[in-house]
């Protein structure tokens, strides 16, 4: 498997169906996510989860993907930037609160299997705003294909 990251400033504020980031899936096979970083840029706390999408509707501007090895693959999933409409929001979980201070953050890390994008492009993983009020945030998203 070959290791792969996006990563970036959140280009708008998430809510519970629009994501500030996301991953999505190639049609013919998954991505395992492996670590994803959030960290706030302002002097605000705010909410932050992880979401299973089941569209790709409204995704923002697709971005760079990065190889961790430049002989490698080039990568099959796709990051996008902050989502511009709402999306089909799946299961909600993994939330956390991050603080009300610039840097603040959190980092999940999945092991084993790691945390499963399955294959097809409706389907992906978004870092939304589950309740409250959203904030632009600096985000990494780490996953072997």
């Not at 970036?8 to 994501?19: C, D, H, I, P, S």
């Not at 395992?32 to 989860?49: D, K, M, V």
């Not at 090895?69 to 991050?98: M, R």
């Not at 201070?101 to 389907?123: K, S």
Request: aromatic share 8%; glycine share 16%.
């Amino acid at each position: 498997m070959s290791s792969y990251a996006i990563a970036g400033l959140a280009t708008v504020v998430g809510t519970a169906a629009r994501a500030g980031a996301s991953l999505f899936a190639p049609a013919s096979s998954n991505g395992r996510i492996r670590e994803i970083t959030i960290c706030n840029t302002t002097s605000t706390a705010f909410a932050a989860a992880l979401a299973r999408f089941t569209n790709a509707t409204g995704v923002g501007a697709g971005l760079t993907e990065a190889e961790d090895d430049e002989d490698a693959p080039p990568p099959l999933c796709t990051g996008f930037a902050g989502h511009t409409a709402d999306g089909a929001v799946g299961q909600v979980f993994e939330s956390v609160d991050i603080g009300a201070a610039i840097g603040a953050g959190y980092i999940w890390t999945y092991g084993g299997p790691g945390l499963v994008i399955q294959p097809g492009t409706a389907n992906g993983i978004g870092i939304i705003c589950p309740n409250g009020t959203g904030q632009i945030f600096k985000y990494k998203i780490r996953w072997e294909e």
